[in-house]
């Protein structure tokens, strides 16, 4: 069975830091682009970054460039996003998703979400 | 950007009733469009791809037509656990982009 399971979210201050973790099983990892996308509170779906299957590609949406970074521990079957300098605009449920061997492949799986709240 | 505009952003439905959803792409985009469920609290749900895939163990009352700019979503007949958002997305344009959803209400 497919899992995803995210971590990592909670209450951070406003230009702190926070480290998700997306730890999945039951696919093999190392083969699918992987992704993260929020949803603010009351909001529509919104990607922010992506990874491609060994790690060597990674974009960002406008918002988050040059503070969040995207990697993955293929040994690890765990994806990552690193968050620094967080606004209240960053304030979201954050999820993981699976994409497929290729970039242009729908994202089938998806976790539950983590919550951040970025608040003084 | 691939800007996608999805109608209505609601709508209210009774059981049984025929619900289509709309997406427009601003750009062609060919079949790479996929439909998402999603219900409060609750991860998105892919109910179809390339527009009109039917994901494994989604049931057939689900349809998705159209390609290059202007896509639909239809429920034939609206169950009780319809009552949910709904959202397209384009996957093969940088950035990917949703719609901004559909909220599929009780009548």
């Known amino acids: 069975e497919v899992q995803l399971v995210e971590s990592g979210g909670g209450l951070v201050q406003p230009g702190g830091s926070l480290r998700l973790s997306c730890t999945t099983s039951?696919?093999?990892?190392?083969?699918?682009?992987m992704f993260w996308v929020r949803q603010g509170p009351g909001k529509g779906l919104v990607w922010v970054s992506r990874?491609?299957?060994?790690?060597?590609?990674?974009r960002y949406a406008d918002s988050v460039k040059g503070r969040f970074t995207i990697s993955r521990d293929n040994a690890k079957n765990t994806l990552y996003l690193q968050m620094n300098s967080l606004t209240a605009a960053d304030t979201a449920v954050y999820y993981c998703?699976?994409?497929?061997?290729?970039?242009?492949?729908?994202?089938?799986?998806w976790g539950q979400g983590t919550l951040v709240t970025v608040s003084s | 950007d691939f800007q996608m505009t999805q109608s209505p952003s609601s709508l209210s439905a009774s059981v049984g009733d025929r619900v289509t959803i709309t997406c427009r792409a601003s750009q062609d985009i060919s079949n790479y469009l996929a439909w998402f469920q999603q219900k409060p609290g609750r991860a998105p749900k892919l109910l179809i791809y390339?527009?009109?895939t039917l994901q494994g163990g989604v049931p057939s009352r689900f349809r998705g037509s159209g390609s290059g700019t202007d896509f639909s979503l239809t429920i034939s007949s609206l169950q009780p656990e319809d009552f949910a958002s709904y959202y397209c997305q384009q996957y093969n344009g940088y950035p990917p982009t949703f719609g901004q959803g559909t909220k599929v209400e009780v009548k």
């Open positions: 990874i491609n299957s060994d790690g060597s590609e990674t």
């Open positions: 390339a527009a009109s």
């Open positions: 998703a699976r994409g497929g061997p290729y970039s242009n492949n729908p994202w089938d799986y």
């Open positions: 039951g696919f093999i990892f190392n083969g699918h682009w």
